[in-house]
């Protein structure tokens, strides 16, 4: 999982952070755009995007660290198939299946492989505050943590959700996701779900920690 791009792209959001100059297949992974887009942008809007990028690693290191879960809560998440923009062109290609697993108040970026090539897409995920995040945009000021929600609620030891979309870097659509916690109670019910409900009184906008609600199943722009 771990190859020299996945390397140079942890490289590259170090370098952003630091106000430092990229090289177009560092500012090609940061923004999850393709080299020619980026090309293509006017210096302005260009500086725009990487405000936005800055501004939203600054937002989603503030949730996690107001996160406060305890560090032996873990989850496990399941893809099981899905399309995700792919790098470098990022066109969407199905994905392969793949597990991860994420600890009470930690954030991972992780590569998705392609089941049609040797492209991959790059996918964030953070457990903070009881509640899934899923795929941050670096362009868009309003999913700096996920651009999908998913609470965990206590008393459920599996949720599983098809027909995924997110609108984050990696754009995920027709995914199937399943969660699981490391609970060891037989009794927990696990949960189904064919389609991912929508929350249709949600708004878009910078979401803080303490202002999510957990009424909604599943949190969606829509």
Do not use: W
């Amino acid at each position: 999982m771990f190859n020299h791009q996945f390397i140079a792209f942890i490289v590259t959001l170090l370098t952003l952070l630091n106000g430092c100059s990229m090289d177009p297949e560092q500012e090609s992974l940061t923004l999850a755009m393709p080299k020619s887009k980026i090309e293509s942008l006017n210096p302005e809007t260009k500086k725009q995007y990487i405000a936005v990028y800055r501004n939203n690693q600054s937002a989603k290191r503030a949730t996690q660290l107001h996160s406060q879960m305890s560090g032996g809560d873990t989850i496990s998440v399941t893809i099981s198939k899905g399309l995700a923009r792919m790098h470098p062109n990022y066109q969407s290609e199905r994905v392969k299946p793949m597990q991860f697993t994420l600890r009470g108040n930690q954030c991972d970026t992780i590569q998705i492989q392609s089941k049609e090539s040797k492209k991959f897409s790059l996918l964030s995920a953070c457990y903070l505050n009881n509640q899934l995040y899923i795929d941050e945009s670096s362009t868009n000021e309003h999913y700096p943590v996920g651009s999908l929600i998913i609470p965990i609620p206590a008393n459920f030891a599996a949720q599983e959700f098809c027909e995924v979309k997110t609108k984050g870097n990696a754009q995920l659509m027709q995914a199937c996701l399943s969660i699981s916690t490391n609970t060891t109670d037989s009794t927990k019910p696990k949960q189904r779900l064919t389609k991912a409900r929508k929350n249709k009184g949600f708004t878009a906008k910078v979401r803080q920690s303490e202002s999510i609600s957990s009424d909604s199943l599943i949190q969606y722009e829509t």
